[in-house]
């Protein structure tokens, strides 16, 4: 059990003097016995210009530039608190970027597996420029994760660091905790998904509120997936318990190209207990939504964090607009991904 009682406010006030972004939330997490930490969480939770009651947390502030940073701080700080000298992870980019930052910072050997020329230049070039030793494969994502598997297999002194690993949704979960904070209840809430860990993280935040008496209401979770990988939303559409795994998922929003989430039976729970839904976009209507959030609204976010404002467009009509507070998860920052801007947009 968590050991907590907290009104933040109350109970804490000095707490942010000592711990900073996802770290104020100790009393949340397990106990570590090290802090591996560059600064991730405390991200800008931005209001709208266009909408009423719409805002966006903008995860691309994080030190790699995505809210991968929480969970890799939170799961390489117990690493290292038991000694553990090498990680892996599968990547489509985000979870590599970060795993080879916090690896460097912790003093830990780190193996990254990617699918070759589907990363993103910005994410390649991070695990490049932090040291990380790179395995590139033929194949999608999901053949990454099962070499994962099997590596681990073989090597049992190398520890696995994907969002099957569930250290690394607790870390993830103090996005729940920042916009309670900030917004109290709120009604719906937008995630793009892949390996659907981290809707799974942020339901589990908000449940944990809720089981602590702090937040009576629990917001509906919005799952959005891209029309060429959308095992989950796919299901959804046919009313099925499990997902239509995907075996050549495409979509230029490269993050989320998964055709079997490692974490569908989370993220289905979750998005049935909060009675949200699953929604699928198309390529277009994300190009389209990241260059509107850019123009208008001033955020640079990649395309698969694109993706959640692309649903919010679709969908908003089964929004009441006055009254429904909504928050858009902006996963990931433009600046991963100049390429796609470059080949887009010219
Ligand atoms: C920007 O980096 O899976 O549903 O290997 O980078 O928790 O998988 C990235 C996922 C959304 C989906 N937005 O999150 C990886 C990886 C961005 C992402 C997702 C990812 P999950």
């Given at each position: 059990?968590?050991e907590?009682s907290?009104n933040?406010?109350k109970?804490y ?7 900073e972004g996802i770290w104020?939330?100790h009393?949340f ?5 090290e802090?591996?930490?560059l600064g991730?969480?405390?991200?800008p ?15 691309g502030?994080n030190p790699?530039?995505s809210?991968?940073?929480?969970g890799?701080s939170f799961?390489?700080?117990?690493a290292?608190s038991n000694?553990?000298?090498k ?6 980019g985000n979870?590599?970027?970060s795993?080879?930052?916090y690896?460097a910072r912790a003093?830990i050997e780190?193996?990254?597996?990617l699918?070759?020329?589907?990363v993103?230049?910005?994410k390649l070039?991070?695990?490049?420029l932090?040291?990380?030793?790179i395995?590139e ?8 994760l099962?070499?994962?598997?099997e590596?681990i297999?073989?090597n049992k002194?190398?520890?696995p660091?994907?969002?099957f690993n569930?250290w690394r949704?607790?870390g993830q ?13 709120i009604d719906n809430?937008?995630v793009p998904?892949?390996n659907a ?10 449940k944990e509120?809720h089981?602590?008496g ?7 979770m ?13 299901a959804?559409?046919k009313s099925l318990?499990k997902?239509?795994f995907v075996e ?5 929003a490269t993050?989320i ?5 490692v974490?569908w ?9 909060s009675?949200g839904?699953?929604v699928?976009?198309?390529d277009?209507?994300i ?6 959030l ?5 955020i640079?976010a990649?395309l698969?964090?694109a ?10 009509e089964?929004?009441?607009l006055?009254i ?14 100049p390429?796609?801007i470059?080949n887009?947009?010219?």
């Amino acid at each position: 059990m968590l050991e907590v009682s907290i009104n933040f406010k109350k109970e804490y006030p000095n707490v942010e003097k000592y711990y900073e972004g996802i770290w104020r939330y100790h009393k949340f997490l397990p106990p570590v016995n090290e802090i591996v930490s560059l600064g991730e969480g405390n991200t800008p939770l931005i209001k709208s210009k266009q909408h009423q009651n719409l805002y966006y947390k903008f995860e691309g502030s994080n030190p790699t530039g995505s809210f991968k940073d929480r969970g890799m701080s939170f799961a390489i700080s117990l690493a290292k608190s038991n000694n553990v000298k090498k990680i892996i992870v599968a990547s489509t980019g985000n979870t590599a970027a970060s795993a080879s930052a916090y690896s460097a910072r912790a003093g830990i050997e780190c193996y990254v597996i990617l699918p070759k020329g589907k990363v993103a230049k910005g994410k390649l070039m991070q695990s490049i420029l932090h040291g990380a030793k790179i395995i590139e494969i033929e194949g999608n994502f999901d053949l990454a994760l099962k070499s994962v598997f099997e590596r681990i297999k073989e090597n049992k002194i190398i520890y696995p660091l994907n969002s099957f690993n569930p250290w690394r949704l607790e870390g993830q979960k103090t996005i729940s905790l920042e916009l309670y904070e900030k917004l109290n209840f709120i009604d719906n809430i937008i995630v793009p998904v892949g390996n659907a860990g981290n809707i799974s993280a942020i339901w589990k935040g908000f449940k944990e509120l809720h089981e602590l008496g702090l937040l009576e209401k629990l917001p509906k979770m919005i799952g959005v997936q891209a029309e060429g990988a959308a095992p989950l939303a796919n299901a959804w559409e046919k009313s099925l318990d499990k997902p239509v795994f995907v075996e050549q998922p495409e979509t230029k929003a490269t993050a989320i190209r998964i055709g079997r989430p490692v974490n569908w039976q989370k993220a289905m729970k979750a998005v049935k207990e909060s009675e949200g839904f699953f929604v699928k976009v198309k390529d277009e209507e994300i190009i389209e939504a990241q260059k509107r959030l850019a123009r208008i609204e001033g955020i640079g976010a990649e395309l698969a964090s694109a993706a959640s404002y692309a649903a919010f467009l679709k969908i908003k009509e089964k929004i009441n607009l006055n009254i429904e507070k909504t928050v858009l998860i902006l996963t990931g920052h433009a600046l991963k991904d100049p390429e796609s801007i470059l080949n887009n947009y010219l």
